[in-house]
């Protein structure tokens, strides 16, 4: 089948009935398998690469109604679906509601719960609105959602991309059992090397700080510093972007080839219009669900007016900026530091002086947030090339909207499903671990010493995401790696970049598409390998 035909471009629907059952049948098993990987391991599992493999047996069931699934488009929303569930359930709904319990506020769950729902929906709004901008661009990284494309692409097309994905995933699954890394080192093939040189740099920083300084840099939060830097900046070149005029980016004094390269880049499917609608219509939502839950929280007797109007900025704010800061890392590496960010947010919650049932209340909700809005851009991105990477800007629309459908649809099975469990989880002590970090922070508080280190640090990951600029993301990625504690990734990141160099320097261009197919495998590989442990591990 050849996904770039541009005749007939109708893409499928997702209220076709049987690509409706199979979505909701997905949408299930991902939250169940999203809510029983947080509570057991404290993890979440790419499910995309497990949806896109389930469409494809089930397009080789000889019956008529399955054999639609021989479509990659149809592969393409069913795996949409389950992902969407997964994360949904885990990261963006049951994670967050175990805060409250752990710290004895049983009364905030369900208020909680009703403020991360929505905050679950309006991430994935967002997302939709801000892919395709020059704020997040579909041609950026967005590395699971290369492998997943790939995946579905080898088993449509076979041939040479075929074994070239076969090769890698037995690589990415052989590397994963001797515990490699094998998605930081498929990254370092597909994403921009300044920010993964420098995502690499801070992984091993973090590994090897005891051993380097003689300290750990997170008792001294000097990761967490550097974030909040580089998020602050960050936040501020988002905003440049957008009133930026056209063109103004190509710099001065550059050749007549390389300005004429600028010019002729592929246009993005949205425009500035969209960027402002997106953060409007974004920052009101937000600031409506703070209201929300300080209301049904009973925040207003605990908080002075002034102090009140304080939290509702603040919360609306912080959501923006992990969303942000976790898509930014999402999109150029694949990985995202959504707990540690979230656990940022809180202190500076502390910090400012919010009583516990609002700082409970804050960390619920902005753990909620960016995982949703990471989740839908890898699932996007899959859709973006398999729809053939925007040369039908009409066809890539309607292919984009009928994914944001599927991931709604997803995420509203998944607030059912956790509606249902969470009870009987947290009854038999399995809550999400990071919940105890949270709550352990907020029992014990911040003193004056942490905020001065917060200032102090914050100030390098400023200027190095200046330094940078909002191409290369480098403070973003660099802060990431510092809030990641996994040498073996940054060693395996790094690796994978010497290894590209070398490779485009022997081979030329020629040699990029079969690197990144290759790259994808090594992804795939490690995702299947490390969901099929996750649940071994569980079903033990």
């Known amino acids: 089948m050849d996904i770039n035909k541009t005749e007939n471009r109708e893409h499928p629907t997702i209220f076709d009935p049987i690509i409706l059952s199979m979505i909701l049948a997905t949408a299930v098993i991902g939250a169940i398998i999203g809510v029983q990987l947080i509570t057991s391991l404290g993890i979440s599992a790419n499910t995309s690469i497990i949806g896109a493999i389930f469409a494809m047996l089930i397009a080789r069931i000889p019956i008529k109604m399955f054999l639609k699934f021989k479509s990659v488009h149809r592969q393409n929303l069913v795996q949409t679906s389950i992902s969407a569930a997964t994360f949904g359930a885990a990261s963006s709904l049951i994670l967050p509601i175990g805060i409250p319990y752990v710290l004895g506020m049983t009364d905030l769950i369900i208020p909680l719960f009703i403020g991360v729902t929505l905050a679950m929906f309006v991430d994935a709004i967002l997302l939709y609105k801000f892919f395709d901008t020059k704020v997040f661009p579909a041609k950026e990284a967005w590395p699971p959602g290369i492998a997943t494309a790939e995946s579905i692409k080898a088993g449509d097309e076979g041939g040479k991309r075929a074994k070239l994905l076969s090769i890698g995933i037995v690589i990415g699954i052989a590397g994963s059992i001797i515990k490699i890394p094998m998605s930081a080192f498929g990254v370092a093939f597909i994403g921009n090397i300044w920010a993964l040189t420098m995502f690499g740099i801070g992984l091993l920083l973090s590994g090897y700080s005891t051993a380097l300084f003689g300290i750990e840099l997170s008792e001294y939060y000097i990761p967490h510093g550097f974030m909040i830097g580089a998020g602050i900046v960050a936040l501020f070149q988002v905003i440049v972007l957008i009133f930026q005029k056209k063109n103004s980016n190509i710099p001065i004094g550059k050749s007549k080839n390389e300005i004429a390269a600028a010019l002729e880049e592929i246009p993005f499917s949205r425009n500035v219009k969209d960027i402002k609608q997106a953060f409007g219509y974004g920052f009101i939502a937000y600031l409506a669900i703070a209201l929300f839950l300080a209301l049904m929280g009973g925040l207003l007797t605990d908080m002075s007016p002034g102090m009140m109007i304080g939290f509702l ?56 947030t960016g995982v949703a809005f990471a989740d839908m851009g890898y ?43 969470y009870e009987n989880y947290f009854s038999q002590g399995l809550i999400p671990p990071v919940n105890h970090v949270y709550a352990a922070t907020i029992e014990s508080g911040v003193s004056g010493d942490i905020a001065a280190q917060l200032f102090l640090w914050a100030i390098p990951g400023a200027l190095l995401q200046l330094l940078g600029g909002s191409k290369r993301q480098m403070g973003i990625l660099f802060s990431t790696g510092l809030l990641l504690v996994n040498p073996i990734a940054g060693w395996a990141v790094l690796a994978g970049i010497l290894i590209r160099f070398l490779v485009l320097k022997w081979k030329g261009k020629e040699a990029e598409l079969p690197m990144t197919i290759l790259a994808a495998g090594f992804i795939a590989g490690d995702a299947l390998f490390s969901f099929f442990n996750s649940i071994f591990k569980v079903g033990k």
């Not at 590496?333 to 809180?346: E, H, K, S």
């Not at 202190?347 to 700082?359: E, Y």
């Not at 039908?392 to 459908?405: I, N, V």
């Not at 599927?406 to 059912?416: K, N, Q, R, Y």
């Open 379 to 421: 699932d996007l991105k899959t859709g973006y090339i398999l729809r053939g990477n925007g040369k039908d800007l009409e066809f890539e629309r309607k292919g984009r909207q009928q994914q944001l459908y599927a991931g709604l649809l997803a995420f509203s099975v998944a607030s059912i499903v956790v509606l249902l469990t």
């Open 313 to 368: 900025l603040f919360a609306a704010i912080s959501a923006f900026a992990h969303e942000l800061i976790v898509g930014i890392a999402a999109m150029h590496a694949g990985w995202f530091p959504a707990f540690a960010v979230a656990l940022i947010t809180l202190i500076i919650g502390i910090i400012i002086g919010f009583p516990a049932p609002a700082l409970a209340l804050l960390a619920g909700f902005s753990a909620s």
